[in-house]
C-alpha cells in the first residue's frame, strides 16, 4: 500500500465519478427531472444544515478514532468503526448527500445519492481486499459484523432502548 493509498484510499476515485454522475444528472435534469421533494425551501435547508453537521461530526469521529497516518497499519473496530467500516465515506454517502439531494429539491438529486451507494461499494472493494490480505480472518469477521457505508447497529441500539 502506497503512502498515498493509506492517506486517501479509494477516495479520490470515488469522488471523481459521483461528480461525473452528478454533471450528467444536472445535463439531463430538464428531461428527466420528477420535480419537487419539497414545498418550502426552509425546510430543505434546515434538513440540509442538519445532516451536514451529521456528517461533520462523524468524519471527526472517524479521524480521532483512526488517524490518517494509521490507516493501513492497524484494524479498528471501536469508536466509528464499530459503526461503519468506512465512516468517512459513511458519513457523505449516508447523510450529506441525501441532505444535499433535498436541499437541490428534485427527485433526480435524490436518485444520485441512492446510486452513489452501489458505486462506493464497487469503488472500495480493493480497499477492502488490501485489508484483507493483511489482518486476513479477523477482517473477515469484522466485514461481517459492521455494515460499509451506513450505521444500522446505532439505530438498532438507539431503537431498542
Not at 79 to 104: D, E, I
Request: proline share 4%; charged share 15%; net charge positive.
Amino acid at each position: 500500500m502506497t503512502k498515498y493509498q493509506k492517506l486517501f484510499g479509494a477516495g479520490p476515485r470515488g469522488l471523481f465519478l459521483s461528480g461525473l454522475i452528478l454533471l450528467i444528472l444536472i445535463w439531463k435534469k430538464e428531461t428527466v427531472s420528477i420535480g419537487p421533494i419539497l414545498e418550502t425551501y426552509s425546510v430543505g435547508l434546515s434538513i440540509f444544515c442538519i445532516l451536514t453537521l451529521v456528517t461533520f461530526l462523524i468524519i471527526a469521529w472517524s479521524l480521532k478514532s483512526l488517524p490518517p497516518n494509521f490507516r493501513g497499519e492497524r484494524l479498528v473496530q471501536d469508536q466509528a468503526f464499530k459503526f461503519f467500516r468506512h465512516p468517512l465515506y459513511g458519513a457523505f454517502l449516508s447523510f450529506f448527500n441525501f441532505g444535499l439531494a433535498v436541499l437541490l429539491n428534485d427527485y433526480i438529486f435524490m436518485l444520485w445519492a441512492v446510486l452513489l451507494h452501489p458505486l462506493w461499494h464497487w469503488n472500495i472493494m480493493y480497499e477492502e481486499q488490501l485489508m484483507k490480505s493483511k489482518f486476513r480472518d479477523e477482517y473477515s469477521a469484522y466485514a461481517k459484523a459492521v455494515s460499509r457505508f451506513f450505521p444500522f447497529k446505532f439505530f438498532i441500539g438507539v431503537f431498542r432502548r
